[in-house]
């Protein structure tokens, strides 16, 4: 990720969908790993790992949503309900049944999975702002029979209290402990995502997204992989719903509503789309939108606004600052972040000289 | 039993009413996405729009209704006229995601602003009409109801006409039709995309009047804009007489399934009726009644 390497020598296929392109690479990661396993957890306040928690948090469901949206072409404004699936299945398993959360966590992605692929059941036959509306519906529909329905929501708050996660008797209760319960799940989903793109469902997931009937006409059968992408993608809306949950303690149907499906869509969007780095850089970007943004406001907007109304102000300017970062985003660099991060590292790969 | 039809009946016409009045909204999105294939997830954040204007210009005092509805028309005008010039023009050519993630992006913008501008607290826009419900047989209606349907069908009466027979409509068919052709025809094509754009800030500026004084102005008369999409999918993407009649069936679709429904399931079929139906409908009938079928090619 650091090196700059002399020229391109890679001849054949294998090596250029190498996961470490150069032996060097193979240390950049080994120190990747040290900061996030070691340096950082020893290093940092609990405040800030409690950032990192919801960022790694985000990562996971903007993975999934890169997935459908940036490599296989199908738009989807319903994320955020398949997480509530996802959170809710775990909620109930954990609390009506006991069961600890290595049951748990894979039972609400595979429930979100299941209920993924019926609501892409009308993607075999439409497309584009079709779809989009279609998974509009899927938003609403999931969420108010998730409300309305007792036995899955819990009653009248439609949220569950659920017990932190267990490991070996230990129960992980500080930032710290959540910190690497959550780290390992993210960077699980990371490895996959990473191998899942280069592999023949990847490459398929591709060739849909170009061009679908093209696709058809090679033998890639589109119906089984439109229904696979929706499948794996709302897996990880899943799994992050359950992370959510575990960390938070609570399922509730409020953290998954219509917003933060776009949430997840402005993550992929300024990340980049169709990039596994933009998914992460995107999550981190916009899970600390809104905390750089109180502590930047809230010594100045006491100027102008009294303290009652100082939060649903800076709630309002963080929509605004949101939706303006999406546009410019898309009329300006609509490969996100992760286009600028490849633009820096082009520059350097020839410093000092221009090309 | 007599009972049970008049209750049918004020159901059905109430239903019809606010049907007629979500296809006035409605109507803003399919203009758009004739003329330029846009498509505009913000409409229910522009009728949110005007409803700020209108309901801020109301609040001075001694102003005429007519100024409100003046100063919301023209805001919305000139706000579509940048909108199309700043944000969606660069966007020609590309991907549709990017259209929609765009005005998605928009949409939220729109909401945020009223809370850091002007205040997000509830606004009355009043229309001097009076709120005492007008009956019609059995069933009974608020004023500004009955004024909802009579905008809407005039409206509906000016486009039919305006795109049937003024040489401007027929020009903007031609555009929705085939812009290349269109342009080789000596049709500017450009100016017809700001004219489409302010044709849906009229429409979506009388929307938020409207509909502004039925509910209130706040963030939430956005969600009004929820209802287009079940409408304009029922009808067709790109069809008038679909968003009309879109509009109709999703008004009685709601208000039948919130007078038998709501008291079985506890509440808020109304929000969700619509969307079954359009679901069902993308399933067997993608586009809509009266939208145009493509056919596409590799």
Redesign the interface.
Known sequence: MFHRESGVYKTTYAADMALYPLPVARWTVAAVILLFAVVLPLSLHDYYLSIINLSLIAIVGALGLNILVGYTGQISVGHAAFMSVGAYTAANLAVKLGLPFWVTLPAGGLMAALVGAIVGIPSLRIKGLYLAIATLAGQLIIEWIINHTPAISGGAQASIQVPRPELWGYQLRTQGQLYFFLLFFAALAILATLNLVRSRIGRAFVAIRDQDIAAEIIGINIYRYKLLAFAISSFYAGVCGVLYTYYFGIANYEAFQIGVSIDYLAMIIIGGLGSVLGSILGAVFVTMLPIVLRLSMEPLAGLFFSAGEMSSVIASTRLVLFGALIILFLVVEPEGLNRLWRNIRNYFRVWPFSY | MWDELQFAFALTVSGLSIGLMYSLIALGFVLVYKATEA?N?AQGEFVMLAGFVAAVVLAAKGMPVLAGVAAAVAVMVAFSFALERV?LR??LG?????V???T?????????????TVG?ETRAVSLNIGDLPIGIGPASLPPIQILGVVVTLIFLGLFTWFFMKSRMGVAMRAVADNQQVAMAMGINVERYFALAWAMAGIVSALGGVIWGSMLGVDVHLALVG?KV??VV?LGG?DSIVGAVIGGLIVGLVESLAAGYLDPY??G?TK??AP??L??IA??FK?YGMFGTHRI???
């Open positions: 498509i997830f944000v660069p966007l590309r991907p549709i995601i990017a929609i993630m765009a998605i992006g928009l949409g939220a913008m729109l909401r945020g602003l009223p809370p850091i997000g929820l999409f079940p999918i993407l399931v506890g808020g929000d969700f969307y079954v359009m679901i993308l399933m993608p596409e090619r590799v």
